[in-house]
């Protein structure tokens, strides 16, 4: 059998409707005149296995899953690890702080662009949007520990 | 660094540390406070919150801002107040369910994650009493006629509430249990205005609401009024009996209070409690609090924690009394 | 029908004094940028500038409260179109098509018809409300749960419009967004479901960072920099403006999302989200061309943009004629009337006639204010286009994290973005169309609510579906668009084997 895109696809779908079953073991289900926390969260997860299944069932009309374009990958990984590392630190460090960071980081690690050149724009676009936020809307973004 | 320098280095700052207290006392607040309001806009707790913070920058000196952290029925609001710095810089707003949350917990076996413990009480701005109100198509005009027909008719008459185990369903709970009504039927819906608006939908004939929120509909004949769950007759509704002149021992307000995190400094406190009461009692607040309806119940920390333990033991009672809903 | 147009006169001699209109005009002002930037909602906008307005009377308060609300609705479609960021979740359908005609150069013509569309939705729900607010408001208060489950039914069928994918695949999606809808704590009976012991999870996942995730981040991790480098879309000032097929093909679907929107806008009640999803169904279902849905069709800009701009002219029917809030952003105005002493409900209009004509006049003006306001607005907003790809999407991650973030000042809210961001990129991967996956999302704990409301009000008793003329109505609607698509299909089943059996005989 040659795996296709749609079994990777339908079987991700059966797998997380089982898990979601799995979860709901302590949710009442009730009776259909009066459902219960568990019920419709239950009736939508046994659907989503049985469309899981009928994707699954059908593969054959979708393409090979060797045929999936992955080229993209490296570049979506880098920028999803510097927005998770953003995200981890915004509270703790700030708006300011932490968004010239993560726009210095992607233009610099992910974009290799020149570091002078990235940071005057990193610094500037941040600078006004705060300036905007917080002079004209009266609504401070996230401040860091510096008091910025 | 010799040893010498090290003394010195230790003393000073042990000095510093001595006279923290002392300099934090004097200069307290030295930067803006934070109100975080549990409650999203459009609530009693932001109507009432707003006013308060901008009568209070003038008595502190330092900006007041207020912080919407809504969720949950507000318990992410006090799990945020609860975890912050207790240094007073940051202060909660929050009603009659932070006195629930641990008792709702309890039922369903969860560890709570706040009691009440977590806060200081510092004021009460405002008990609006509740009301028993019916849509006027109903043909109740007394509590006596409601009471009569709910026990003909058990789990019958449907009544809306702005949420499970909140301050709208509660006191439904309380009139059960004090007039031997079996069961009403519990219509929850996801706020005050909703439940009001199924009301005057005429999808469910009954309601427990603040008075503040009801009184428009009830002057423009939509809704009745049976009784009122305040400890005297209200001067806005003075023709709505009490439940305690009919004979029913019943008491329960929906109120807003000002609570610090536990272990905020007793020198802080002293210094935010008569601010906040000179805040409450000023023209500026009682105005805007009037205007919306609600009779300001300023209380002090002392009186307010005494009206709180009495509060949250009549909600303990009230989230047994449903115990956990069927379904 | 005359003292209605005498009392509008004088509304508009109260709208037009000079220092209500400053104030008309400071409210559309802020609520532009309330609207374009991402994060500071109409609902936050108008709390933090609520105290601002106790030193003004009611009159001017409200026109300037109100100012922010519906100025916000004209700019919440900028960051969709151009960054694919939907600012709120009424404008997550907009990024869909808007964004896609921005990518073939179209930017300024979306930007032109979502105002234009805005306007002539706004001003047309302000007509209606002139004429005929208190019958429509009475009519809302009978919408009651029962209707809002058939209501909602009605959308989950709209759903298979929803798509260009195959049907399994909008279910699959539609089925997951209806599962993310369901986290959180139950309202009925008070369990925690699927929130891993997070009270931020406590009231279930926003629309806003799902679909920021989904459609903004999703985007940006599929698209690789080496692959627009060098193809900057650089529009020329002539081309800013709609061209005369563009205007043709929004006509009637401004016209319908105008009508469909102020319908849904008077229900009390969360239902105005759907508004701007039930018109983009609706559209693609009478397009000719539904094969251009999701390759930037001018109508999946026009008809949602004023279906949401007219559900939010709707709201204001049951605030002002009854003194019902439909959602949190008319409460917290009729909030801002009752502190200055003027009390909403049914008596608004006999005690203060000031207060109501004045302001139902100036919202006349501020839709033309705002339309004068946006149209020279779209192009400097295009020339954000200009900046490099490789600079741009920064400063979009930038937005996409305030954005989500402010609303509800919640970092689990950004991380719940992110894993969208992934999710979306995946879908992508695998040829799945995030798109019904947000339908179901906003409808899960709608649907879920009013159907067991409905049947607490009835015992558990179905036959409340069939017994009110509302519900029944719409019920009778959703049964004959499904026997309608079952018999197409049955037809074009019929058609394929037929097709299959004239291969076999030839063969043989």
Same mark, same amino acid.
């Given at each position: ?31 259909? %005149? ?27 009309? %979708?393409?090979?899953? %060797? ?82 | ?42 609530? $009693? ?167 503040? $929120? ?65 805040? $409450? ?47 | ?39 500071? /909602? ?54 869909? #098509? ?103 999870? /406590? #009231? ?14 999703? @985007? ?10 060098? @193809? ?10 709609? +061209? ?63 279906? +949401? ?17 439909? /959602? ?8 801002? *009337? ?12 006999? @005690?203060?006639? #000031?207060?109501?004509? /004045? ?14 306001? +946006? ?98 109505? *719409? ?19 019929? #058609? ?10 030839? @063969?043989?």
């Amino acid at each position: 059998m040659n795996l296709r895109s749609d079994h990777v696809g339908g079987g991700a779908f059966v797998g997380f409707g089982v898990l979601v079953l799995a979860l709901s073991g302590d949710l009442p289900t009730g009776q259909l %005149s009066m459902p219960g926390a568990g019920f419709l969260p239950k009736l939508i997860a046994a659907f989503t296995i049985i469309f899981g299944l009928a994707l699954f069932f059908r593969a054959r009309e %979708s393409e090979p899953l %060797s045929t999936l374009g992955w080229s993209d990958g490296k570049h979506a990984a880098l920028v999803i690890a510097i927005t998770a590392a953003a995200t981890a630190l915004y509270t703790s460090l700030g708006f300011i702080t932490t968004m010239m960071l993560m726009m210095i980081g992607l233009l610099v690690i992910v974009e290799r662009r020149n570091v002078l050149r990235a940071a005057l724009y990193s610094v500037c676009t941040v600078m006004v949007t705060y300036a905007v936020f917080v002079l004209v809307l009266k609504a401070p973004l996230l401040t860091g520990p510096l008091g910025f | 660094m010799d040893r010498r320098r090290f003394v010195i280095g230790t003393t000073a700052s042990a000095a510093a540390l001595a006279a923290g207290p002392a300099f934090a006392q004097e200069t307290f607040p030295s930067h803006a406070v934070t109100i975080i309001n549990a409650f999203p806009p459009g609530g $009693a707790n932001d109507a009432v919150t707003r006013p308060l913070a901008a009568a209070l920058e003038p008595i502190l000196k330092q900006p007041v801002v207020v912080e919407t952290k809504a969720g949950a029925g507000g318990q992410v609001g006090a799990q945020v107040a609860a975890s912050s710095k207790p240094d007073g810089y940051t202060l909660l707003s929050h009603n009659n369910g932070i006195s629930g949350y641990a008792e709702v917990d309890k039922l369903f076996g969860r560890a709570p994650k706040t009691t009440r413990a977590d806060f200081i009480p510092l004021a009460r701005l405002v008990a609006d009493p509740i009301l028993l109100v019916v849509n006027d198509q109903q043909p109740y005009k007394t509590l006596k006629d409601f009471v009569d027909d709910a026990k003909k008719r058990p789990d019958t008459i449907v009544y809306s509430s702005g949420g499970l185990y909140g301050a709208t369903h509660l006191p439904v709970a309380l009139l059960e249990k004090a007039t031997g009504v079996p069961k009403l039927r519990h219509l929850p819906t996801n706020g005050g205005g909703p439940a009001i608006t199924a009301l005057l939908g005429n999808n469910a004939q009954a309601s427990t609401q603040a008075t503040s $929120a009801t009184l428009q509909h009830i002057k423009a004949g939509k809704l009745r009024a049976l009784a009122s769950f305040g400890g005297t007759r209200s001067k806005i509704l003075p023709d709505v009996p009490t439940l305690k002149e009919l004979g029913y021992n019943v008491e329960y307000y929906l109120w807003v209070g000002i609570f610090a995190p536990k272990g905020t400094p007793p020198q802080i406190v002293s210094i935010l409690s008569p601010a906040i009461e000179k805040a $409450a009692n000023s023209d500026q607040f009682k105005t805007a609090v009037t205007n919306l309806g609600l009779e300001p119940g300023y209380l002090n920390a002392k009186n307010f924690a005494a009206f709180w333990d009495a509060d949250a033991k009549r909600s303990d009672e009230a989230v047994k009394t449903i115990g956990k809903v069927q379904g | 029908m005359e003292t209605t147009f005498i009392s509008l006169l004088h509304g508009f001699e109260v709208a037009l004094q000079p220092a209500n209109l400053w104030y008309a005009f400071l409210g559309c002002l802020v609520g532009t940028l309330v609207g374009v930037l991402p994060g500071i /909602g109409p609902l936050s906008g108008i709390s933090i500038l609520l105290p601002v307005t106790f030193g003004l009377n009611a009159t001017q308060a409200v026109i300037m409260l109100a100012g922010i609300y519906y100025g916000s609705q004209y700019g919440g479609s900028t960051t969709s179109i151009l960054m694919r960021i939907p600012g709120e979740a009424s404008s997550v359908m907009t990024c869909i #098509d808007g964004n896609a005609m921005a990518k073939k150069g179209r930017a300024g013509a979306a930007l032109c018809i979502a105002a234009v569309g805005s306007w002539i939705a706004g001003t047309f729900g302000i007509i209606m409300l002139t004429l005929i607010a208190p019958p429509l408001a009475t009519l809302a208060l009978r919408f009651g749960p029962p209707e809002y489950t058939a209501l909602l039914v009605l959308g989950l069928i709209f759903l298979a419009y929803m798509s260009s994918t195959s049907l399994v695949r909008t279910l699959l999606m539609a089925c997951l967004g209806l599962m993310l809808g369901m986290i959180g704590i139950d309202n009925m009976t008070g369990h925690f479901r699927y929130s891993f012991d997070l009270a931020e999870l /406590g #009231d279930g996942i926003g629309i806003v960072p799902v679909a920021v995730g989904l459609f903004g981040l999703g @985007e940006i991790l599929a698209t690789p920099s080496h692959k627009v480098v060098g @193809e900057v879309i650089t529009p020329k000032l002539r081309e800013l403006l709609p +061209n005369r097929q563009e205007w043709r093909e929004a006509a009637m679907p401004i016209a319908r999302g105008s009508v469909l929107g102020f319908i849904i806008g008077i229900i009390p009640g969360s239902a105005h989200i759907i508004s701007s999803f039930l018109s983009y169904a609706l559209e693609k279902k009478v397009s000719k061309h539904p094969e251009q849905f999701g390759k930037g069709a001018v109508a999946g800009v026009a008809g949602p943009e004023s279906a +949401n701009n007219s559900a939010s002219t709707g709201a204001f029917v049951p605030m002002l004629a009854l003194g019902i809030p439909t /959602g949190p952003i008319t409460a917290v105005l009729i909030g801002a *009337l009752m502190v200055h002493g003027v009390s909403v409900g049914p008596q608004l209009v006999s @005690e203060h006639p #000031d207060v109501f004509w /004045g302001f139902v006049a100036s919202m006349y003006v501020g839709n033309l204010m705002l339309l004068a306001l +946006n149209l020279p607005l779209v192009g400097i907003f295009v020339s954000v286009l200009r900046i490099p790809y490789t600079y741009l999407y920064p400063m979009i991650i930038m937005f996409c994290i305030i954005g989500v973030y402010e609303v509800s000042h919640s970092i689990v809210d950004v991380w719940i973005m992110l894993i969208m961001g992934v999710l979306g990129y995946g879908l992508r991967k695998f040829s799945f169309d995030p798109a019904p996956l947000v339908l179901g999302l906003v409808i899960a704990p709608i649907f879920e609510q009013s159907l067991r409301q409905s049947l607490i009000m009835s015992n558990g008793n179905y036959l409340i579906f069939l017994s009110r003329p509302i519900a029944l109505g *719409l019920v009778i609607v959703s049964a004959v668009l499904l026997t309608l698509s079952a018999i197409s299909f049955v037809l074009k089943r019929k #058609d394929w084997r037929a097709k299959l059996a004239e291969a076999e005989t030839a @063969e043989s």
